[in-house]
């Protein structure tokens, strides 16, 4: 069983990667565009999850929406996409994934401060729950991923800050999931009281 340490550095390197989430969620650098012009008549187009704003009009609208026809972009083509759904989906798997990531922080509080009963059985319901948080992270990661190598409106762009930092935060979730699961096998012998 992992000891007090082990729970508070479980908790200081989870609260990293969930800034890391919450980061990626709402900062609309998912893909960006940036033109070759040169810097002081260049335009950047930035998507996020919920928006896409761009330079050009300085301004920010609700993406994908179809008013502005985002969503029949690719009908008619052979590609396998339906950006609409695929992004929507995206957007609420990552916002249950930032639901999923309070609920491990409340259970890490919740074995901190809370009777042994939970101190030695806590950390199981918590490697499962940062298991599902970095699960789904991967699903969000993966659409946008897809949908972007797969729609048309998507040429020559690339990926942003955002979804880099959704990798991080997956990347750091497993990890930590790993890392806990490995010590609390392996690194503690026996009960070790966490008072």
Known sequence: M???NAYIATTAIFLATFGFQLASLFD???VQ???PEPPETRTEVNYGLFQKCSTLTDDCRRFPTNSYGDCDHDKGSNRWVNL???WRVAAGVAVAAAIVGLWVLAGLGTVLYSGE???ATGWKHILGLVGIFAGLQIVSMGLIAHVTQTSSIFAHHHYGASFIFSN???ALSA???LGVMLYARYGTQGYISLE
């Open 33 to 35: 565009y940036t033109s």
């Open 117 to 119: 009963r939970w101190h």
């Open 168 to 170: 991080v935060s997956w």
């Open 28 to 30: 609309p650098k998912w």
């Open 84 to 86: 609409c759904l695929e």
């Open 2 to 4: 992992p000891t007090r």
């Open 175 to 177: 990890a930590l999931a």
